[in-house]
């Protein structure tokens, strides 16, 4: 009987250095890791509104949390050049997350995938980019397209979904649509 508390306070001592040292690392990365993440929101911004400067992009919030942000032609924020949301949709294998950004006028002007873990070298298709060209080519037939009125091909819309990985790139144009409805909803001078 003796042997098994031993055991069982033996035990008990490396859970706790254990959870102290994760403790430890976790309290010194977190910090890094949210200014990671901080720096890959800002570029998704400039990349969603490429006519705002990054200084020229400001958050609107909702209840708290950020629900949109706005981009105006220049810091002295006078003119709209668009808007940016965070669309979310369920892939194949995880939820994708795409920052979209849309003019006055609901037309797509840039995107950005933030978050996806789809099957390699099918769902991760819909961020790559082919040799000899600078942008993901899937996102790319977004760009200048209203935002509301998007599906891929398999369900009579213009964008050409992935082969072998239609379930990803429906879910992505799908978020889309869904992520502008709400954001018209929010935002009344948007057709």
Same mark, same amino acid.
């Given at each position: ?24 690392? !976790? ?44 981009? !105006? ?9 668009? !808007? ?15 920052? +979209? ?11 950005? +995938? ?61 978020? +889309?649509?869904?992520? !502008? ?11």
């Amino acid at each position: 009987m003796k042997e098994i508390i031993k055991l069982g306070v033996i035990l008990a001592l490396i859970t706790a250095i254990a959870a102290a040292g994760l403790a430890a690392v !976790y309290s010194v990365t977190k910090p890094r890791i949210e200014e990671q993440k901080q720096k890959a929101l800002q570029a998704a911004l400039t990349q969603a509104l490429p006519q705002s400067p990054a200084e020229a992009i400001e958050p609107v919030e909702t209840e708290g949390t950020v629900s949109y942000y706005i981009g !105006y032609e220049s810091p002295a924020k006078e003119n709209i050049s668009g !808007y940016a949301f965070l669309a979310r949709g369920p892939g194949y294998s995880s939820v994708i997350e795409t920052m +979209v950004g849309v003019d006055t006028a609901g037309e797509i002007i840039g995107m950005k +995938v933030l978050d996806q873990k789809e099957t390699p070298g099918l769902g991760t298709k819909v961020e790559e980019i082919r040799y000899g060209e600078n942008d993901p080519w899937f996102l790319r037939q977004f760009m200048e397209k209203k935002a509301g009125q998007l599906a891929v091909d398999k369900d009579g819309g213009e964008i050409t979904s992935i082969t072998g990985a239609t379930i990803s790139a429906r879910a992505l144009t799908n978020s +889309v649509v869904k992520g !502008y409805q709400e954001l018209r909803t929010r935002v009344e001078k948007l057709p």
